[in-house]
T-cell receptor, first 113, second 111 residues
């Protein structure tokens, strides 16, 4: 079945540091890929998505590129802020975003001033 | 525009009891999915409802059941609660092939 493996934390960075969170997947067919973020005490929010190979999703300074050849969807941000402290989940679904989502275990990021 | 809402926020039950969690989807959404998120883990898909029928189901026992009403709201029922059912239960809604929007969740504690 489909699965997602992501870098696990926790990770602590200083403000303005570069962030990379690795994510690789196993799936049949051509899944859609997502990054969700969960702030303390809240539900999940969609951060960005990509629906086909070589697509780049971007939002709030975060970027991720759908790499079919390496089955990866790594999340990057050039300069993190304290407000980026949260748990980040990589996920996939078989079709669009309305089909069931398969999540990685999540990575907790703390950004210190 | 109200997003996805869930009730209650928190719930404490004892082993063997039954629980019902409720979800109202985002306006314009007709599909509701439920996920279980254990502490420190990613959410696990329980099932999805569309047009009042269960369309997909994850690897959860029959103790977990659901319902969708004509107004698209949904309930998740769990019977014969186990300690291991303690988790954050997330509801997500969507429309057609668009992405899912998540509610804040219900924190269930089983003692």
């Amino acid at each position: 079945g489909n699965s997602v493996t992501q870098m696990e934390g926790p990770v602590t960075l200083s403000e303005e540091a570069f962030l990379t969170i690795n994510c690789t997947y196993t799936a049949t067919g051509y899944p859609s890929l997502f990054w969700y973020v969960q702030y303390p005490g809240e539900g999940l929010q969609l951060l960005l998505k990509a629906t086909k190979a070589d697509d780049k999703g971007s939002n709030k300074g975060f970027e991720a590129t759908y790499r079919k050849e390496t089955t990866s969807f790594h999340l990057e941000k050039g300069s993190v802020q304290v407000s980026d402290s949260a748990v980040y989940f990589c996920a996939l679904s078989d079709r669009g975003g309305s089909e069931k989502l398969v999540f990685g275990k999540g990575m907790k990021l703390t950004v210190n001033p | 525009d109200a997003g996805v809402t869930q009730s209650p926020t928190h719930l404490i039950k004892t082993r063997g009891q039954q629980v019902t969690l409720r979800c109202s989807p985002k306006s314009g959404h007709d599909t509701v999915s439920w996920y279980q998120q254990a502490l420190g883990q990613g959410p696990q898909f329980i099932f999805q409802y569309y047009e009042e029928e269960e369309r997909q189901r994850g690897n959860f026992p029959d103790r977990f059941s659901g319902h969708q009403f004509p107004n698209y709201s949904s309930e998740l029922n769990v019977n014969a609660l186990l300690l291991g059912d303690s988790a954050l239960y997330l509801c997500a809604s969507s429309h057609l092939l668009d992405e899912q929007f998540f509610g804040p969740g219900t924190r269930l504690t089983v003692l």
